[in-house]
């Protein structure tokens, strides 16, 4: 929907305030049928995560604010229709939080915000959401995964960039890592695998912990 809106748009009405508009509508009417809130990691900002939630979700839904990923998952998990904001940036001071999504009555990674990318976002942070939905109500543009890895290096990080977008923290071993990683629909694990084995990493495991909406980058002169 977001998509279509973008591609006819015309005239003076700036496109954020198309964007917002739409999204707050499609938020509160849906508060209004389920009520919900909005848990968020502030650990990345509390202007930035606040301008996010606020921009796509509105004033009537409430906002719950967290000091860590680990709260909002919890948060989540325990309850029926809630949504999590956690950043989608360097995860170091954070740690792997993604790995309490890989049971399967876990929440899971829904959506990555912004979907609509452009130069001038008024709610730029990267975060990913969360929410425990039926798999078969979920996009699945791309796919997130939850890797762990022994023989994590300069080698092993340089391929794996060149293949997808990805998070990683230490873990455990001194030349472990935990990945989070977003691969297109056309990449496949297997891949990604091959990739790091050439690099001279070891895939120890892997687990599906979500899967959303492939980005769509705004052309200059929809701006």
Known sequence: MMRRLVER???????DTVESIWRVIIATFTFVQAPFSVHADLSAGDAAMRDTARFHFGF???FVAHMGAAGVVQAVSESKGDLGL???GPAAAAGAWWSALEFDAAPKIIARLPFVERADHPAALPV????????DAMAT??????????GWGSNAAQALSTQAEFLAVPDRAFDGAALLITLPRATSLDAIGAALVEAGATV??????????????VPADKT
């Open 9 to 15: 748009h015309t005239g003076l009405l700036p496109l």
């Open 60 to 62: 009537t839904v409430p």
């Open 86 to 88: 956690v950043p989608a």
């Open 128 to 135: 990913f959401v969360l929410s425990r939905v039926a798999a």
């Open 141 to 150: 543009d791309t796919a997130v995964w939850s890797v762990r890895v022994s």
């Open 204 to 217: 120890r495991s892997s687990a599906l912990v979500g899967s959303h909406a492939a980005r769509y980058t």
